[in-house]
């Protein structure tokens, strides 16, 4: 079955400074990736995710690129603000199972003002 | 729109004590999930239902079974509870395949 490796598990950073994320998964056949965010307390949320036909997606602030044959994708967050403190989930999925998630084991970024 | 709710928020259990943690969405989605996290593990599927009538194991479903009531409703039981049990579980729902994941407030369990 397909395996998410996530790093750091923890990171921080100065605010301003960019922030990097990084996943490896083992599944071949996966074709989608999500990024969730999860405040303290709170439920995960979609920030932004990408399909295994296009290599990189932007949204402001959040980026995330797709390297097929090396089969990782990693998150990208530019100018970061104290904000942007949470926990970060990648995960992956194929077609056709259902919407079936396996998510990494997070990263806890720390943005310090 | 209430999005997806769940009950308990809280809910402590004696070993070998059963309960039923109960989901629903008013969204409309076909698909419906039940994952638990735990410190440094992160989201691990347990069950989940691609569409009405139908579910399927997850990653981790030793100890539960899972009914999908309706399009609504999809509920998650622990027959014999266990220490091992002790979890936050989060129900999350999907139009489909591929798009994004909407969950649940929670529940806290805690098994003793």
């Known amino acids: 079955g397909e395996n998410v490796e996530q790093h750091p598990s923890t990171l921080s950073v100065q605010e301003g400074d960019s922030a990097v994320i990084k996943c490896t998964y083992s599944?071949?056949?996966?074709?989608?990736f999500p990024w969730y965010k999860q405040e303290l307390g709170k439920r995960p949320q979609l920030i932004i995710d990408?399909?295994?036909?296009?290599g990189e997606k932007k949204d402001q602030r959040i980026a995330v690129t797709l390297n097929k044959t090396a089969k990782h994708f990693s998150l990208h967050i530019t100018e970061t603000q104290p904000e942007d403190s949470a926990v970060y989930f990648c995960?992956?999925?194929?077609?056709?199972?259902?919407?079936?998630?396996?998510f990494g084991q997070g990263t806890e970024l720390s943005v310090k003002p | 729109n209430a999005g997806v709710t769940q009950t308990p928020k809280f809910q402590v259990l004696k070993t070998g004590q059963s309960m039923t943690l109960q989901c629903a969405q008013d969204?409309?989605?076909?698909?419906m999930y039940w994952y638990r996290q735990d410190p440094g593990m992160g989201l691990r599927l347990i069950y989940y239902?691609?569409?009405?009538?139908?579910?399927d194991k997850g990653e981790v479903p030793n100890g539960y079974n899972v009914s999908r009531l309706n399009k609504r409703e999809f509920s998650l039981r622990l027959e014999s509870a266990a220490p091992s049990q002790t979890s936050v579980y989060f129900c999350?729902?999907?139009?489909?395949?591929?798009?994004?994941?909407?969950f649940g407030p929670g529940t806290r369990l805690t098994v003793t």
């Open positions: 990408i399909r295994s036909n296009v």
């Open positions: 599944d071949s056949a996966s074709n989608y």
């Open positions: 969204m409309n989605h076909n698909s």
């Open positions: 999350a729902s999907s139009p489909g395949d591929r798009y994004e994941q909407y």
């Open positions: 239902s691609a569409s009405e009538g139908t579910t």
């Open positions: 995960a992956a999925s194929r077609y056709n199972q259902g919407g079936k998630l396996i």
